[in-house]
């Protein structure tokens, strides 16, 4: 079945660490999406990639990083500069951004910083 | 004042009630989403509507373009039925980001 595998389900890292969040899906969509999640919250986007080798900043991009060198990969990395990256993080993807195509989801990842 | 803004933010109901969450945005919008978030955090997509009104099995979505409303709703409500419910608007741009409501908590008791 095509889908989105976020990995692992559940990280824990330590204060200024770098972590690197795995997205995949198999769908052969083309656009791709990072989202935190924080209680209370609706979901806020940190970067997208509409394709292959490109991506932009969303609303909430610093202290994130992503790259984007396979179409069906879009790893994130919180760094060290995000102030409170303790949330529950999504990823998602559609056929193209620009149409009005429903986004998949993955199940998210819930980071931690001890 | 958010963009969208759903009610209630949590909402009880016994197992056989209708229940109606409701969704409000402020801005233009090429498309409407509603959600479904299970408890262990994954996200599946329910309807898409841009006008109109969607049926799919006990769940109704409309949306008013003119009064920038939509409702969803659930017949015969079941505890299965227990999750988050996420409305989300995707703006009339070429691009056409989605805006999330902060969305509504629903608890179905048997």
């Known amino acids: 079945d095509g889908g989105i595998t976020q990995s692992p389900k559940y990280l824990f890292r330590k204060e200024g660490q770098n972590v690197t969040l795995s997205c995949e899906q198999n769908l052969n969509h083309d656009a791709m999406y990072w989202y935190r999640q924080d209680p209370g919250q609706g979901l806020r986007l940190i970067y997208y990639s509409q394709i292959v080798n490109d991506f932009q900043k969303g609303d909430i991009a610093e202290g994130y990083s992503v790259s984007r060198e396979k179409k069906e990969s879009f790893p994130l990395t919180v760094t060290s500069a995000q102030k409170n990256p303790t949330a529950f993080y999504l990823c998602?993807?559609?056929?193209?951004?620009?149409?009005?195509?429903?986004?998949?989801f993955g199940d998210g990842t819930r980071l931690s910083i001890l | 004042k958010n963009e969208v803004e759903q009610s209630p933010q949590n909402l009880t109901a016994q197992e056989g009630e209708f229940i109606t969450i409701n969704c409000s945005y402020s801005?233009?919008?090429?498309?409407l989403h509603w959600l479904q978030q299970h408890p262990g955090g994954g996200i599946v997509s329910l309807f898409m509507?841009?006008?109109g009104k969607k049926k799919h099995g006990r769940l109704i979505a409309t949306i008013n373009i003119q009064e920038k409303h939509s409702s969803l709703h659930i017949t015969a409500s079941h505890p299965r039925d227990s999750a988050v419910y996420i409305c989300a608007v995707r703006g009339g741009t070429s691009y056409g980001k989605l805006t999330f409501g902060q969305g509504t908590i629903l608890t179905v008791h048997p």
């Open positions: 509507l841009s006008s």
């Open positions: 801005v233009g919008i090429s498309a």
């Open positions: 998602a993807s559609s056929i193209l951004s620009v149409s009005n195509q429903p986004q998949h």
